[in-house]
């Protein structure tokens, strides 16, 4: 019986570097990007590159819904196989999830934080 070599796999990237590549997708209304805002709760790859991205609003009716949603896609499509959005809305974002950097860039355009 001949043995047949294992087929390469792709290599994709940690999901560190995905989330740090969402640091790219900017919330247009503040001018800062969605991860410093705390809007990410969590990105996992699996072993075929599929992506799933726990991600929040800061209100469930945010008008700008659809446009961070594709703009998440963009960022990520080159990078995985897909891109599936899991909106998550517990626990409710509020201005503790904001990072350090976040907080400095608010400051930097007028916001008391």
């Known amino acids: 019986m001949t043995e047949v070599p ?3 796999t792709a290599t994709w990237p940690s999901p560190e570097t995905l989330l ?3 640091k790219d997708v900017v919330d247009p209304e503040l001018g800062i990007n969605i991860v410093d805002l705390g809007l990410i709760y969590g990105v996992d790859i699996d072993d ?3 992506t799933t ?3 929040t609003l800061t209100t469930p009716a ?3 819904t659809d446009r961070l949603e594709s703009d998440v ?3 990520l499509a080159s990078q995985t196989s897909g ?3 899991n909106w998550v809305w517990l626990p409710p974002w509020t201005l503790e ?3 350090e950097d976040g907080r400095e860039q608010l400051r930097a355009i007028g916001f008391d934080m």
């Open 6 to 8: 294992p087929t390469p």
């Open 20 to 22: 740090d590549s969402l």
């Open 48 to 50: 075929t590159g599929y």
């Open 53 to 55: 991205v726990d991600m």
């Open 62 to 64: 945010c008008p700008l």
């Open 73 to 75: 896609r963009y960022i």
């Open 83 to 85: 891109v599936a959005i």
């Open 97 to 99: 999830m904001i990072t």
